[in-house]
Nanobody, 124 residues
Framework: QLQLVESGGGLVQPGGSLRLSCAASGFGLDDYAWAWFRQFPGKEREGVSCFSSDGGVVNYADAVKGRFTHSRDSAKNTMYLQMHSLKPEETGVYFC?????????????????WGLGTQVTVSS
C-alpha cells in the first residue's frame, strides 16, 4: 500500500525552527518527484518545495528561499523540510506529496499521493 506520513509539526515561537518529516512506504523515492505543500487558514494550498528524482534538484517557493531546506534520506525512504525563521503568517497545515515522473511541478493536480498533513503553529 502506497503511503505518506508526515510528522514533526507543532507549536513554535516566531523566529524559531522546526523540522518536518515525511516517511514513504510501498514505493521507492527515486520513482517520483517529492514536494512539500502548505495551506494557511482560509487560503488555497500552495507549493513550498519540490525535490526532483532526476539529479536531486530542489525548487523552492520564493517566500521560503534561504529559510527552508528540503532534503532526502534515500536509505530511510524519508524526506524532510527544515524550517528556520518561522513567521506567524506561516501557521497552517503542511503536506508532503509525490507525483510520477522525475520533473518537479507546482500544480496540485499532478500529485497523486498525499499525506494527511501536520499542523504547524507559529505563535508566542
Amino acid at each position: 500500500q502506497l503511503q505518506l506520513v508526515e510528522s514533526g509539526g507543532g507549536l513554535v515561537q516566531p523566529g524559531g525552527s522546526l523540522r518536518l518529516s515525511c516517511a514513504a512506504s510501498g514505493f521507492g523515492l527515486d520513482d517520483y518527484a517529492w514536494a512539500w505543500f502548505r495551506q494557511f487558514p482560509g487560503k488555497e494550498r500552495e507549493g513550498v518545495s519540490c525535490f526532483s528524482s532526476d539529479g536531486g534538484v530542489v525548487n523552492y517557493a520564493d517566500a521560503v528561499k534561504g529559510r527552508f531546506t528540503h532534503s532526502r534520506d534515500s536509505a530511510k525512504n524519508t524526506m524532510y523540510l527544515q524550517m528556520h525563521s518561522l513567521k506567524p503568517e506561516e501557521t497552517g497545515v503542511y503536506f508532503c506529496a509525490i507525483k510520477r515522473g522525475d520533473a518537479c511541478s507546482w500544480y496540485l493536480e499532478e500529485y497523486v499521493y498525499w499525506g494527511l498533513g501536520t499542523q504547524v503553529t507559529v505563535s508566542s
